[in-house]
Nanobody, 124 residues
Framework: QVQLVESGGGLVQAGGSLRLSCAAS????????MGWFRQAPEKEREFVAA????????HYSDSVKGRFTISRDNAKTTVYLQMNSLKPEDTAVYYC?????????????????WGQGTQVTVSS
């Protein structure tokens, strides 16, 4: 069982930056693939970024590529999402997710554990 707690959301102006953190419980964090997803009001949940258990492979949605960076610190059992050049369309609740398979990619069905989410609001 893995518990995930996101933090770092908030209100920021367009063009600004935020860093989200996802703290995970459990001794096997270093073997889990991690992902970030988001859901805007009245929209489907969508993939944002994923990172392999080792951190060696990352993958991003086209909408955030070049602006967002996913990273992890296995010693701190934490995964991060650095978000730069934020746009109003990035406004959403952001969720982190974990899969024991080591890599979940963009498929939300691959992830077994989810956090409660953190709100990100970007004003224009």
């Amino acid at each position: 069982q893995v518990q995930l707690v996101e933090s770092g959301g908030g209100l920021v102006q367009a063009g600004g930056s935020l860093r989200l953190s996802c703290a995970a419980s459990g001794r096997t964090f270093s073997s889990y693939g991690m992902g970030w997803f988001r859901q805007a009001p009245e929209k489907e949940r969508e993939f944002v970024a994923a990172i392999r258990w080792s951190g060696a492979i990352t993958h991003y949605s086209d909408s955030v590529k070049g602006r967002f960076t996913i990273s992890r610190d296995n010693a701190k059992t934490t995964v991060y999402l650095q978000m730069n050049s934020l746009k109003p369309e990035d406004t959403a609740v952001y969720y982190c997710a974990a899969t024991p398979t080591g890599w979940g990619g963009s498929n939300s069905d691959m992830y077994d554990y989810w956090g409660q989410g953190t709100q990100v609001t970007v004003s224009s």
